[in-house]
């Protein structure tokens, strides 16, 4: 089998899913699931540089934010892994009385993992881990934008699995759509909403599942009853951490105009607490991944304050090292550019708010974020969980709920499709079958002919039923 014939790994991998879901139960997937911890923690200083290499991502940033979560999502998937595959029992209703029902997780079969390069490991990683317990063979796609951890990971796993169910293949734009063009099972995409359209017109032309881990402009609404310092620690950290370029960051702060000026102050200080005077030279801020997002998101912020936005904090730049300071914007309008598109980088505008109804008609008139982050009392907050709709909302906090191994993460509409993580992860790549028994169920009493005793029995279950 050529290593790099996208073609022939489906074949080999599809020939072994036959034997491999006879033999690959929860002994087998746990091995595997430990097997792919263990090289994580054994190689983490190497996953560090290699990320360090592609966009000059800080060491210990890299353990906090890419090793640390995936070792807790493994370690999380392999001891909740023998009850998620117990075979699920269902109560009857009234009219299946005399069966009885279960739901049994079987294996997709042969899934592609395309990752994403801003949490290389992370983000392809975990749902490997997802796709293995749920007992399927995997082709993993790693980001062309991150090539050091794209060929890292490319010996990790060739160390680890056979090739029959697990390959890695490298490659760009024109590989992915080799792949895309096979008839695989389920496909698990993290990346931009723009390139989740092209692989679920993809998916759809052979019938294949997927699940999306897209993104979207994630608020953060500031009300006037907020612990400000939190809410200036929270959101520094949240925002500026991987430079912005994070799917779970705060893209833009909404604050109540009582608070704004206070708000501000205290979130340029924690920018100087976290990053120094001159971000520039400090050991613990990242560059943009490459100069094309660079131009991007300087032509975003250049855009604005040409259209008479103000940047209050940062705002200094290099273009050969891929260098923008933490940013902090204010005077934006909702027509600007920057106010449309995803960020995804280190600026973060600033829009002050009179009525909170007026911040939740304008967060309902977008597209659904994946992410949504209140820091307020819990009264206001429950509103505002139940008046929007996102993938998922933090209260006094952010980017947390994304790491959380209990809850689902995903998005909704334009963020994303299906849910990830810990038991969604393993229901994702999972077909929940469907299995139902005979034992003593009276429904043949309904079979034709249709005469007058059907039809009286009939009337009496539908009222019954009501």
Request: proline share 6%; glycine share 8%; charged share 20%.
């Amino acid at each position: 089998m050529e290593q790099h014939d996208p073609a022939a790994i489906f074949a080999a991998q599809t020939r072994y899913s036959p034997q491999r879901r006879l033999g690959f139960g929860l002994k087998e997937r746990r091995a595997a699931l430990i097997a792919l911890r263990d090289a994580v923690i054994a190689r983490q200083d190497e996953i560090a540089a290699a990320i360090a290499a592609d966009f000059n991502r800080p060491l210990t940033e890299t353990l906090v934010i890419d090793v640390m979560p995936l070792v807790q999502e493994i370690g999380h998937t392999r001891k909740q892994l023998r009850g998620w595959m117990r075979p699920r029992r269902v109560w009857p209703s009234l009219g299946m009385l005399g069966t009885s029902a279960k739901v049994v997780a079987e294996p997709r079969g042969v899934c592609l993992v395309i990752g994403a390069w801003n949490f290389p490991f992370l983000l392809t990683l975990g749902p490997l881990a997802s796709a293995l317990a749920a007992g399927n063979s995997v082709v993993v796609k790693p980001s062309e934008l991150a090539p050091a951890s794209s060929a890292l990971m490319a010996r990790m796993l060739a160390d680890l699995f056979p090739p029959e169910l697990v390959q890695v293949v490298e490659g760009g734009v024109e590989v992915t759509g080799t792949l895309l063009a096979l008839p695989f099972d389920h496909i698990f995409f993290t990346g931009s909403p723009k390139v989740g359209k092209i692989v679920m017109a993809a998916a759809a032309k052979t019938l294949a599942s997927v699940t999306l881990e897209l993104g979207g402009k994630s608020p953060v609404i500031i009300g006037p009853g907020a612990d400000l310092a939190k809410a200036a620690k929270w959101v520094a950290w949240g925002k500026f951490f991987n430079t912005g370029q994070t799917c779970v960051a705060p893209d833009h702060v909404f604050v109540h105009e009582s608070v704004e000026a206070a708000f501000t102050t205290a979130l340029r200080a924690e920018v100087v607490r976290l990053f120094g005077r001159n971000p520039g030279t400090s050991p613990d801020f990242g560059r943009v991944v490459n100069a094309r997002n660079w131009q991007r998101v300087t032509g975003l912020l250049d855009a604005a304050v040409a259209d008479g936005a103000e940047v209050i904090a940062g705002g200094e730049r290099d273009a050969a090292t891929r260098f923008l300071a933490p940013t902090v914007l204010v005077k934006t309008t909702e027509a600007m550019a920057i106010s449309q598109e995803e960020i995804f980088g280190p600026v973060l505008p600033i829009i002050p708010f009179a009525d909170l109804a007026e911040v939740i008609a304008r967060i309902n008139r977008g597209e659904k974020p994946l992410a949504l982050y209140v820091f307020e009392k819990a009264r206001v907050a429950d509103r505002i969980v139940a008046e929007t709709s996102s993938g998922s909302v933090g209260v006094n906090l952010v980017v947390m709920p994304f790491i959380h191994p209990n809850l689902p993460f995903g998005g909704v509409g334009n963020s994303g499709q299906g849910s990830a993580h810990g038991l969604a992860g393993f229901r994702a790549f999972s077909h929940e079958k469907a299995v139902m028994t005979n034992r003593f169920s009276l429904l043949f009493l309904l079979f034709p002919p249709y005469g007058g005793r059907v039809k009286r029995l009939s009337k009496l279950l539908i009222a019954l039923f009501r």
